[in-house]
Every structure is written in structure tokens, then in C-alpha cells.
């Protein structure tokens, strides 16, 4: 994959008690395509920290990255804010 091809997603932070792994819950809103409401969906994500800088609550933007684990297959980018 090239550099420009990699998705980024925004969430908050669900979980930072594993080792240089946050779990990153990822809400995504659309319109329901017969009943034309607005629906919701919830995803979890776990993505590698390598300096465990991200906490419980913060948003952050995580990237596409080559498999660390099984189920580790993000990279956190950036942390765009802190939970107060």
C-alpha cells in the first residue's frame, strides 16, 4: 500500500491497559438506505502506541499500518484531544 492509499479513522480512546495497544471505538453515521433515518454504528479498533502516550477518553486519529498481531492492524497518528 502507498502512503496515500492508507484510511485514517477518528475515535476515542476505549481502552489503554494493554502494552503499546489502545482500543479505539470508532462511530460512523448514515442514512438508513429504506427508512431514510439516521443510523449510527459503533466499531473497535485496536492500534499500536508505541510510547503509550494516549489515555481513556481522548480522541485520536489512528492509520492503516501492515499487521502487528491478529487483530493489530492500525497505528495511532495523532492525538487531536485530550480528555479534561
Same mark, same amino acid.
Do not use: G, L, P, Y
Given at each position: 500500500m502507498?502512503?496515500?492509499r492508507k484510511q485514517t479513522k477518528t475515535g476515542v480512546v476505549v481502552s489503554d491497559k494493554m502494552d503499546k495497544t489502545i /482500543? *479505539?471505538?470508532v462511530?460512523?453515521?448514515?442514512?438508513h438506505p429504506l427508512y431514510k433515518k439516521s443510523v449510527r454504528k459503533h466499531k473497535k479498533f485496536k492500534a499500536h502506541d508505541e510510547k503509550n502516550d494516549?489515555?481513556?477518553g481522548? /480522541? *485520536?486519529?489512528?492509520k492503516e499500518h501492515r499487521p502487528?498481531?491478529?487483530d493489530k492492524k492500525w497505528i495511532l497518528s495523532?492525538?487531536?484531544e485530550?480528555?479534561?
Open positions: 502507498t502512503e496515500a /482500543v *479505539v471505538n462511530e460512523r453515521q448514515f442514512m494516549a489515555r481513556e481522548d /480522541v *485520536v486519529r489512528i502487528f498481531s491478529k495523532d492525538i487531536i485530550r480528555r479534561k
